[in-house]
């Protein structure tokens, strides 16, 4: 009789150490992983799978946790308010500013680039960098870009000097018909524009230097801090042991992979 309750006694508490030891699983709930169209980072291949850079980075990250989650490509405007509204929610890349800061927990940088105006040489000369803005100049902006209000801090007025449109690539096919004079590209995406307009028949110059910017990872408010600390680890130490580098390269430049693994060199010391 007391063997039997021992046994019992000794079955409960190897139930309840498994119980406990299921609660950590049980309380990292799925993630929702969300993305926009912005290649090199993440797009659709030619067979319809998301690819990309970052996806492939993103993925590393979600094995190396054991976080295992589909990623959805959404518009930019639906992704935005998805992860704003609903719980357990992840959108990449996500440019951080001091409006969205309070939005969000963020784990990165995944990037950090410059971004400069530019316009077509022919049309504006040898000499577009000495230009005063606006002037007579039109510019054209990506509605949903954080590059809006940089743009308009020149004086450019939506309705007056300044085009907002619904998808990324429209501003290119305008400057390249005429249509307007200058736009915003980014550090990294400058080798694809420079090509299309090469193809053209023009040449991109300089205008004017905007700002720079550092995209992130943008989780809800509701995921714990002990997750956003993992993430934030595993995200350095692909900076640091080659994982980042191996995938960026031929992709971005030099000097972008270079200022991720400085700032996770920097965060080790």
């Known amino acids: 009789m007391i063997f039997k309750q021992a046994a019992r006694v000794l079955l409960f508490k190897v139930l309840f150490i498994n119980i406990l030891l299921s609660f950590p699983l049980a309380a990292a709930t799925q993630l929702q992983w969300l993305t926009e169209h912005s290649p090199p980072g993440q ?12 996806v492939a980075l993103i993925r590393e990250l979600q094995q190396r946790l054991n976080e295992p989650a589909d990623i959805q490509l959404l518009p ?16 990449f890349e996500t440019v951080r500013t001091p409006e969205r800061d309070s939005w969000f927990k963020w784990v990165g940088p995944l990037m950090h680039y410059h971004i400069n105006l530019y316009g077509l040489r022919q049309r ?26 940089d743009i308009k801090a020149f004086g ?40 299309r307009v090469q193809a053209a028949g023009f040449e991109l110059t300089t205008v004017h230097y905007l700002t720079e910017r550092k995209r992130y990872i943008a989780f809800s408010k509701d995921v714990t801090e002990d997750r956003i600390a ?14 980042m580098r191996k995938l960026y390269q031929g992709a971005y430049s030099e000097a972008i992979i270079s200022r991720l693994e400085q700032a996770a060199q920097a965060q080790q010391r």
């Open 76 to 91: 930019w405007g639906r992704a935005m308010m998805m992860a704003k509204t609903e719980p357990n929610t992840a959108l």
């Open 124 to 149: 504006l000369g040898v000499n577009a960098n000495t230009l005063a803005l606006p002037g007579k100049l039109i510019a054209c902006s990506y509605r949903n870009a954080a590059t809006v209000n």
């Open 43 to 54: 797009y659709l291949d030619e067979q319809g799978k998301l690819s990309g850079v970052t």
């Open 230 to 243: 993992a993430w934030q680890q595993a995200l350095e130490q692909s900076y640091r042991d080659g994982t």
């Open 156 to 195: 450019f007025v939506e309705g007056r000097n300044l085009i907002l449109t619904s998808q990324t690539g429209e501003c290119l096919d305008m400057l390249i018909a005429g249509r307007i004079d200058v736009l915003a590209i980014t550090e990294y995406s400058f080798p694809a524009y420079a090509a």
